[in-house]
């Protein structure tokens, strides 16, 4: 079935160091879309990705798309507390019409 | 303009109840969306519907199903409820209109957090 894995599950970092989430998919992607979900909130879309190799930045969060369209990365660059939540990848698999999300990364930032 | 309005944000329900839950999506757009998101299992997708049609469907049993009305609002159904439906089940409506792979940004709403006992 179509699966998008996402690494690490948890990840819990000291405010100002950095911060990177990864997701894999089984089958090429046309596109790739990251949400954040605050505790207790919902999810909020952050980024779309379409293009091969595309590398994206917002502030202190940069985004890239693998090369072969079946991976990507969000980073984040000298964390803060309010960067704390879980961040989703999600993407078409194999051309379908669903967005199918990963499971997410849950951030914890100590202050 | 207002953002996706779920209601009821929260409720409680014991097993075999039957449950209907109500989305208004952002005006103007047509594609709903319906997830389940636990802890275990993630966001995982229900359904989506548009111009009063299901489009797509995940995979889950018969119980849970849905509808969309002609100004675009939307509901879903679940009969027979199990302990293992209690979940927050978010909505999301979207721009889309044509098929074709999914793309463009999913707008949610804040969620109804349902409880079976």
């Known amino acids: 079935g179509q699966q998008v894995m996402q690494i690490p599950q948890y990840q819990h970092v000291q405010e100002g160091e950095d911060f990177t989430t990864y997701c894999n998919s089984s089958?090429?992607?046309?596109?790739i879309q990251w949400y954040k979900q605050r505790p207790g909130g919902h999810p909020v879309f952050l980024i779309q990705?379409?293009?091969?190799?595309e590398v994206k930045k917002q502030k202190r969060l940069t985004f890239q798309f693998g090369e072969a369209k079946k991976n990507s990365s969000l980073h984040i660059t000298a964390t803060q507390t309010t960067d704390v939540g879980t961040y989703f990848c999600?993407?078409?698999?194999?051309?379908?019409?669903?967005?199918?999300f990963g499971k997410g990364t849950k951030l914890t930032v100590n202050p | 303009k207002a953002g996706v309005t779920q209601t009821p944000r929260y409720l409680i329900k014991t097993r075999g109840q039957q449950v209907t839950l109500s989305c208004s999506p952002i005006?103007?757009?047509?594609?709903v969306s319906w997830y389940q998101q636990t802890p275990g299992q993630g966001l995982q997708f229900l359904f989506e519907?548009?111009?009063?049609?299901?489009?797509n469907k995940g995979n889950f049993p018969g119980r849970f199903s849905g509808r969309q009305f002609s100004n675009s609002r939307s509901e879903m159904n679940v009969s027979t409820l199990e302990l293992g439906d209690s979940a927050l089940y978010l909505c999301?409506?979207?721009?889309?209109?044509?098929?074709?792979?999914?793309?463009?940004?999913?707008?949610f709403g804040e969620g109804s957090r349902l409880t079976v006992l």
């Open positions: 999301a409506s979207s721009l889309r209109t044509s098929g074709g792979p999914w793309t463009g940004e999913l707008f």
């Open positions: 089958t090429t992607l046309s596109n």
């Open positions: 990705l379409v293009k091969s190799g």
């Open positions: 999600a993407g078409p698999q194999g051309g379908s019409e669903k967005l199918v």
């Open positions: 005006s103007g757009h047509r594609s």
């Open positions: 519907y548009f111009s009063e049609t299901q489009r």
